[in-house]
């Protein structure tokens, strides 16, 4: 899953990347699309690796947006 600024043309390569999907929401959207696919597969853990380079308030409430909505798992 590729969020924020993740433009680079060669990411569009189906071939080297085939589960790669590029989206534009909001971080509590996002938050709810990672907890909902975590209950539909049975996922108890999640990696949440980022750089916070030019941006650092937007990871932030990525952040904060996965814990609240994933706490209940």
Known sequence: MEWG???????????????????????YSLALAIRATMLKYGWDQYVFLYSNDGDPEKCESLKNDVQVNILDL
């Open 5 to 27: 600024l993740t433009t680079a043309q060669s990411l569009n390569d189906r071939n080297r990347f085939p589960t790669t999907l590029p989206f534009s929401v909001n971080s």
